[in-house]
């Protein structure tokens, strides 16, 4: 038996022919992927710079008011003042008209609600115990204190009381009228009634959801998601919602400690840097966002807080995913398409081969 072996030698210009073909597949798989990718790429770059709000009073049109919030503590019986400053800051004269309100929770973001419909006290009324609200004459930017006393009766009940106090600016001429130059401004008086309080806070819920992000020259901006667990990038909402089933206002203060898969620190967010009060019989919510955006893999992050001191703890652990799945999918699209073109240039070359050595 005789074998036959036949030796095919390329010329030079099939072999660039080929590598040239080869190339060019190449190159418009490489510019198709970073189209594709580049999108992704700019958001992952991209970190936003988080700003925590602060609390301010309302100067409206005519009037300002300072502090927005006034903490007090008494005994029953106890008479307790309240100093309050109001500045004008419009280009006329105001009479600003006080007068006292309650005010509870509205919702779970701690925004205040005036209670004006109360015709007698309540739990936590205050307005039935103040004084009376002095009515300033301001000339303009000037700048008046308001002494306001709060009677606390002896039989009153301990825990938390709360109201506000505010004032209404009107021109001299529209006094009477029911006309007014801008809404009410008003400081929101906490007070603390001693005696037998009951203190208790709790956790009512630790949850993360997709923080919003701001629009940039490199995309639109993106709303807040819904609660999850798995996410594609970050950055991260931390959702704590306090319960306050006590009868006074608690502060709650703390961290939230984020570790990744290998028990690294990753990030420290700081719970309720603005001092917010939890009102009883509420549920006040939280939201904290860590800005890291670049994150992959499994994450625990871990709430450790306390209210009224440090003996009174709180803690909870929420866990959660961050996996780039698009971009993943991608890669593995890629590689496959990468793996079918090398294929398809080995069969045509292999082709190509048979074809010249049948012609020989």
């Known amino acids: 038996m005789k074998i036959l072996v036949v030796k095919v030698r390329l010329s030079k210009d099939v072999t660039y022919a080929i590598l040239a073909l080869m190339k060019r597949w190449t190159i418009g798989f490489v510019v198709a992927m970073v189209a594709v990718a580049a999108p992704w790429a700019a958001a992952l770059a991209a970190t936003p710079v988080a700003s925590p709000a602060a609390a301010t009073a309302n100067p409206g049109q005519g009037l300002e008011i300072s502090p927005p919030v006034l903490e007090l503590n008494a005994d029953p019986g106890q008479t307790v003042t309240a100093v309050i400053r109001v500045r004008n800051v ?8 006080g007068k006292a309100d309650d005010f509870g929770a509205s919702g779970e973001d701690g925004k205040p609600k005036l209670l004006l ?14 004084a009376s609200v002095p009515t300033l004459i ?47 401004v008003g400081t929101l008086v906490l007070l603390r009634v001693s005696g037998a309080i009951t203190d208790s806070v709790k956790v009512a819920s630790f949850t993360t959801n997709q923080a919003a992000v701001p629009a940039d020259a490199s995309h639109k901006a ?11 990038h ?26 990744n898969t290998f028990g690294k620190t990753v990030a420290t967010v700081t719970v309720n840097p603005d001092g917010g009060n939890v009102l009883p019989g509420t549920i006040r919510r939280f939201e904290q966002s860590m800005a890291n955006k670049r994150m992959f893999g499994y994450y625990k992050a871990t709430f450790t807080g306390s209210y009224l001191d440090d003996n009174h703890k709180l803690a909870s652990t929420v866990s959660f995913w961050v996996i780039p799945w698009k971009l993943i999918l991608l890669i593995i699209l890629g590689i496959a398409i990468l793996i079918w073109l090398l294929r398809l240039a080995f069969r045509r070359y292999n082709a190509f081969i048979i074809a010249q050595a049948r012609k020989r």
């Open 138 to 184: 301001l000339a303009t930017q000037e700048l008046k204190t308001a002494t306001v006393q709060i009677v606390v009766p002896k039989d009153a009940e301990p825990g938390g009381h709360y109201g506000v106090i505010r004032f209404t600016g009107t021109p001299p001429n529209l006094q009477g009228t029911g006309v007014s130059l801008s809404a009410s």
């Open 90 to 97: 419009s280009s006329g004269t105001l009479v600003a008209t």
């Open 117 to 130: 419909d109360e015709t007698s006290a309540t739990r936590y009324s205050l307005k039935f115990w103040v």
């Open 222 to 232: 993106q709303p807040a998601g819904l609660t999850s667990s798995f996410f594609e």
């Open 234 to 259: 970050g950055p991260i909402n931390f959702v704590l919602r306090i319960q306050n089933d006590g009868t006074v206002h608690e502060q709650v203060k703390g961290n939230i400690v984020v570790k």
